[in-house]
């Protein structure tokens, strides 16, 4: 017969082991990458969106180590869902984006300032979305023009807002919480949520079940299995 006491000394070790396979998996999971949409325009209606200077950013933060979902699959996923302003997304949206594409992040940003005359400037808004809660952990605002090019790098003024892009791309990677993301990825992924003990009483020769319901943060493509 077995006590109560031998009954929650087994619980016990069932909590721990559940916690310790999760840790182990979990330092096993691959990096879960950061979607980039279209970065939306003002300048050119409310519609529109700056595909060049999206594509070049993606470049760079892939240079400095980032992964990023591929850019078509996003441009897909705006389609099927009838997205039509990439600046901001719904809750509802945010989810999906995680079940479909597996992105851990969505970055999501809008062109402030892009103008060629009188002097070419180039402004930028970006907010880095967590998809498991719709939490922002990092944003960005910030704007350079062709007499801040000159002065800083000592060269001639830039002519076109175009040429004011690796700038304000530079500035962006100088602030952009990579070690934040990192961390994110490596720390833990599972707590316990509940644990359901049935029956609520008992008495010698009864069967007894333990459930445990943990709390993660995993894709659902990439969530481990324990037994």
């Not at 017969?1 to 916690?19: E, H």
């Not at 060269?155 to 304000?168: D, F, I, M, N």
């Not at 919480?177 to 990825?185: R, V």
């Not at 359901?196 to 079940?209: C, I």
Request: aromatic share 6%; net charge neutral; with cysteine.
């Amino acid at each position: 017969m077995m006590s109560m006491r031998n009954i929650l000394q087994k619980l016990a070790l069932t909590v721990l082991f559940v916690l310790f396979a999760a840790s182990m998996a979990t330092g096993a999971s691959s990096v879960a990458p950061v979607a980039v949409f279209p970065l939306q325009d003002m300048s050119q209606g409310r519609n529109g969106l700056d595909f060049p200077f999206t594509r070049y950013l993606i470049q760079r933060l892939q240079e400095n180590g980032t992964e990023i979902s591929r850019l078509d699959t996003v441009i897909a996923f705006m389609s099927n869902n009838r997205i039509r302003h990439s600046g901001q997304l719904e809750t509802y949206h945010i989810t999906r984006l995680r079940e479909e594409l597996g992105a851990a992040y969505v970055l999501l940003g809008t062109v402030i300032q892009n103008k060629d005359l009188p002097k070419p400037s180039l402004g930028l808004t970006l907010n880095l979305v967590r998809t498991n809660d719709g939490s922002t952990i990092w944003s960005y605002v910030g704007a350079v023009s062709g007499a801040d090019e000159r002065n800083l790098l000592g060269l001639g003024e830039a002519t076109t807002a175009r040429e004011l892009e690796p700038v304000l791309a530079d500035e962006i990677l100088s602030r952009w919480p990579a070690s934040e993301i990192l961390n994110q990825e490596q720390q833990s992924s599972a707590s316990i949520d509940s644990v359901v003990l049935q029956p609520k009483k008992v008495v010698p020769g009864t069967e007894v079940h333990c459930t445990v319901r943990l709390r993660n943060l995993w894709l659902a493509s990439r969530a481990p299995g324990f037994f």
